[in-house]
RNA sequence: GCGCGGUUAGCUCAGUGGUAGAGCAUUUGCUUCACACGCAAGGGGUCGCAGGUUCAAACCCUGCACCGCGCACCA
């Protein structure tokens, strides 16, 4: 750091180091290189987009995960784009040229023209977004940035198109499909969100008539049967009635009475006795009045899909305007008639009242028509669900009309790839095996035992059922020669265990067989827990389903070790080696940590995979064309004749004649029949001998060509065949259609690209859960089709940012800040740091500005500890001498070596917010408030020599273990453990705030100390810190009892700070205690106790005997004296002080209820039952302290 | 209707069976020579409710309530 500042000012820091690291190229990933791959590929913006809050949780994760893996040594490739947003995209364009009054209409530009002006504006804004993420700090490999609309993307996109075309998959179809009217498209499904909305139920009522044929003379007919249905419908159904004309009349409720003109029938449940008779009969549809009464005429029809709780039973049934009615329609041959328009208004067959009308006018007029006519009964306010267009934020109208779909591919594999949540964390039973079941002393000897075993115990051939699943497993000879294969001791001393282990294993996946044997129905996997002679194993066991039954194929052991808790608290070692405890058991997460257990993609959090797995399982033929001019037009031409038997023969001598000329990519279809060939692939159409001549005018086809519109050095052929008369599909192909390739397209596919060879599949994908449809699920999809490989290995969803009352962001409510406004007042890095701090894995986040000044706060933090050891001068030492140690410097290590490890856990899990609580509190609470205070001891000591020794004086010499020798030497070597403990931090910092370590890593020499490819030229190529391993902790001789005693130490400094406290005593006042040390204690521990009290003096006197004004604490350090010279407030002290007694005294009964309980002693761990011993000891030296310093005041 | 998530301090949230935690807010004291974007010491919780399992439950099981989300249906 050439210039100190007081404060951390990222404004000056941020713009240097993001140019250092484009200029040095370190975000460029080599695709031979030699390291280990690691890729991700950004979910892409929209191209003429700003950043959100959204972008910055999404891409802050992306850059962690990515520098992370640099600094473990990968090769990372970040690969970053935009998407062209086809409706976002085109609506946004439109909306500016209507605004400054050069349109009205996109037709007034006309498609070339308008497509002009979306390219200008994607070459203005399109690189905003861009810029925006590099403010971020992403180190993306902006040399492969990518759009989905660049021309080797275009490539892809069509290549795709022909390829599932040719495959069956893709076909033209007239179908109900979701219009949005204001964007004059269809949707897909999942473009469509239901909202509730307000409005009312309509009854209004029909007259029924016999027939269309002869409608008076049905009427007639019909009345003979009406009393009984009166009768039955008065007490029932009132809608159904019959007036004193004798008419009958049905009542039908509904929300859109301006559909009424396109009603073509009126069903009923067939099962519903108040109207079953009345199928076959006719009703007078009111609407269009001017209609004569022949035309009006519509059948009563019976549907099952009629609800008769709903309304009143009645449905009318509008086949061109509601998706359940065209299917109704389609059952029952209905006609179809349309009455809305694409734009949303109301055409001539709506009839004149509604013609022209706006459909929601159309609405209110259809309602006035109705009271008029005396036919409207009744309107109630209603609330229901309708469909809006995500987009334009308009209803949606299902519309009859010509769409391209898709069936999507690789279903199946794509469903099976993702692993389902496991059956909850459940506990898996640990089966006990004492290792005596089976002798031998050799593998060969054990194999004969365990198969002698199995023999004398019944296993083979019987079918054993596992207790989580139900599913029987049975034990064939073929089974145990596969364990036997799998040697190990303990695979083989399984076998003695084998029923329990098949009846106690937790399921964990079923999956079709892979590769796939027809005899095969299913593989379903467990993982079972084994304990043999005090040892742990994880028993993965993996059961063939065969058409005819369960046969248990394989199974495989591993032995788990565990450092931490959970071992001890689910299996105690002593428990380990006799009976197991009841209910013993291990979580499985823990016994499969690590462990792929044959699925290959996992989600985070993987209750998603429940979400995904449900989508896949009902999925609907994807509407993938759009009515609009920006995106991928379809490669589709045709001349739209019609198709008849003179022609068919030319097309026939035609097709033959392109089949000779082998085009590649190019099929053809008859219109009528449907059928599809495909045309071999081949390389003829580069040299276009002729060939144009033989597409005729007037031919009906359908060409669906790749290779027409792109394939270099056939750029006429598209005039070619557009001057024979065909032309282009004018619709374009759903943005989703291009994103869905995004994980290859750009990689170079369809070559075999070293990119795609090092960087396919990818690692993580981190998006929202929002389009887990639209985009994740297709990509896998699309990668197993394209690639024959899923697309990554692990998806990360994030939660969706939220205001602080939990709304959603958004333009209009305003309760989106622009993250570039937080950047320029708080700092890139403090946004990210807040923002990852409040992002908890799978939950929703409040997002606050608190959250981002947190950040702020915290940098600054950083900044300034750097700043502290600056100050203290000196060049780094590098070699720390174990011999100088204090007990703060082991301290400080061990807590690192803690630190490094719970990040590790952290980046395992994919918990980042864990991993910034845990540099928040290593930093702040442990190495600043403790660690650096209490160095101040040795580092103000030799700088202010003299005072330091007339303090020594004071102190008890005999008291001291290591006086000290060298005040430099110590010095140093505290600056040593300084630079140590920085340089490792900073480096764990590094991937979440990226741009002040390394101004900080440069600034404090750091990096010269490092080669230059490991962080001697950034912090970025850094190697991420190691836990600490039993050599190193030796050396430095850094122990638990080091650390039990710095924290005692410190816990006497609080007991201290708040005897301060009691005592009304200015926190810059320094005063002198007495302590009374229970055992020896160091020098330096007790100038970092004055120190860290601000005591004038510590006076040590082993005899101290306190006087009456005296307040103490008694710790296992020693007690603490406080003689009072001023006033104090004693009331209060006492008041406390007997507050304190009561806690111990609740704690002490807790405890001692618990011990006293017989069951407790006997069944609990001798750790936990030594624990509470322990704990009741304390308790009771506190109370006895307590009380005698409460004596002590009363006295 | 089906499914998923949530309910812990005033707020936002951690917390996988053994002594209830963090940040913010709050109270008090401190221009202590890195940092007032700071330091120190406090106060504050029947862990949504009710059962059950267990020696022991915020945690596991069952039911309920409330909040949020998704899917399906909705004339």
Known sequence: MSEISKAYEPQSVEDKWYQFWLDGKFFVADAKSPKPAYSIVIPPPNVTGVLTLGHVLNNTIQDILARKARMDGKEVLWLPGTDHAGIATQTVVERALKKSGEIKHRDDLGREKFLERVWEWKEKHGGIIIQQLKKLGASCDWTRERFTMDPEYSRCVQRVFV???????????????????????????????????????????????GSAAAPAASADASSTEI???????????????????????????????????????????????????????????????????????????????????????????TPAHDKADFEIGQRHKLPVIEVIAANGQMNDAAGADLRGLDRFKARKVAVEKLTELGALEKEEPYTNNVGYSERADVPIEPRLSEQWFLKYPSVEKARACVAQPSASDKTVAVVYATGNELSGKSI????????????????????????????????????????????????????????????????????????????????HRFVAALSITGELHRVLITAKEYWDG???????????????????????????????????????????????????????PDRWAKVYDHWMGGLQDWCVSRQLWWGHRIPVWRNGLEWTGEKRNKTFALLKKLKESNLDGVSWKLPKTGETKIIAAGTAMKQPDGSSKILEADMPIELIGVEISIAPGNENLVAEVEALGLTQDPDVLDTWFSSWLWPFATMGWPEQTDTLKKFYPTTDLVTGPDIIFFWVARMIMAGYEFMGDLPFQNVYFTGIIRDKQGRKMSKSLGNSPDPLDLIAKFGADALRFGVMRAAPLGQDILFDEQNVELGRNFCNKLWNACRFRQIQGGESQGEIDPKFLTSDDKWILLKLDQAIREMNSAFTGYKFSDATATLYRFFWSEYCDWYVEASKAILSSSSRGNEAQTEKTEIDQSLLTSAATNDNARKANTLAVIDFVLSHTLRLFHPFIPFISEELWHGMGYSADMPPNQGGKTIMFASWPKPFDDEFKNFYGLSERDEKFAEARNELVAQGRNLRREANIPANKKVKFIFKPANEIGANDLEVLKLLLNAEAIEVNPNFQPAKKVLAVRHPLGELFLPLEGLIDAEAEKARLKKEIEKYESEISKVEQKLANPNFAQKVPAQVLEEHRQRLIEWQNKLAHTQAALAGLQS
């Open 227 to 317: 009393p009984k249905v009166e009768r039955e419908a008065r007490s029932t159904a009132p809608e159904v009635g019959a007036l004193p004309e004798e008419k009958i009349f049905l009542t039908i409720a509904t929300t859109r009475p301006e559909t009424i003109p396109g009603d073509t029938a009126v069903a009923v449940n067939p099962k519903d006795p108040r109207y079953a008779h009345l199928i076959g009969k006719h009703v007078l549809r009111p609407l269009p009045v001017e209609l004569p009464r022949e035309q009006k005429l519509i059948p009563i029809i019976g549907d099952d899909h009629v609800d008769f709780e709903f309304g009143t039973g009645v449905l009318k049934v």
């Open 550 to 604: 369960t046969v248990l194929y394989d199974h495989k052991t591993k032995k788990i070790t565990f450092g931490g808790k959970s071992l001890e608290a689910h299996l105690p070692k002593e428990k380990l080696d006799t009976q197991p405890a009841p209910n013993a058991g291990i979580r499985l997460s823990e016994l499969l940590e690590n462990v792929n257990c044959g699925d290959e993609m996992k989600f985070h």
């Open 163 to 209: 390829d599932l075309y040719k495959k069956g998959l893709i076909y033209r179809g007239k179908r109900m499909v979701n219009w949005c009217p204001a964007s004059l498209t269809a949707l897909s499904d999942e473009e469509v969100v239901m909202k509730e909305q307000k409005g009312f139920l309509y009854y209004f009522k029909v007259e029924v008539v």
């Open 444 to 523: 060969r000897e054990l194999r004969k035992a365990a198969l002698a075993y199995a023999r004398q115990h019944h296993f083979i051939g019987i079918p054993f059922k596992n207790e989580n699943s139900g599913i029987l497993i049975r034990v064939g000879r073929q089974s145990l020669s596969h364990a036997f294969s799998n040697l190990g001791v303990a695979n083989i001393r399984a076998v003695a265990v084998l029923p329990e282990l098949i009846r106690t294993a937790i399921w964990l996946s079923s999956a079709p067989h892979e590769p796939a044997n027809p005899q095969v129905k299913q593989v």
